[in-house]
């Protein structure tokens, strides 16, 4: 998906941060609450689809991640 300054994936409502550089590449941040969880959060990156999970937070992952991907 190519992203341009005025197109961005849609807004979940759970969004709990977004984070674009760039090359385009946008990582999405959302709640995931578990019942022994309940700070867990997914995020996904929107050019590579590259998904990750955590039930402490995702805020330096989703950083490296947005910095690094390249994907076309």
Partial sequence: MKLTPHSSPAEPADLLIRMRNQAG??????????????????????????MAYSEKGLTAWAETHAAQCRAA
Wanted: glycine share 4%; with cysteine; charged share 25%.
């Fill in 25 to 50: 590449s946008v990582v999405t941040i959302t709640t995931s609450p578990k019942y022994r969880a309940p700070e867990a959060a997914r995020a996904e990156c929107s050019r590579c689809g590259v």
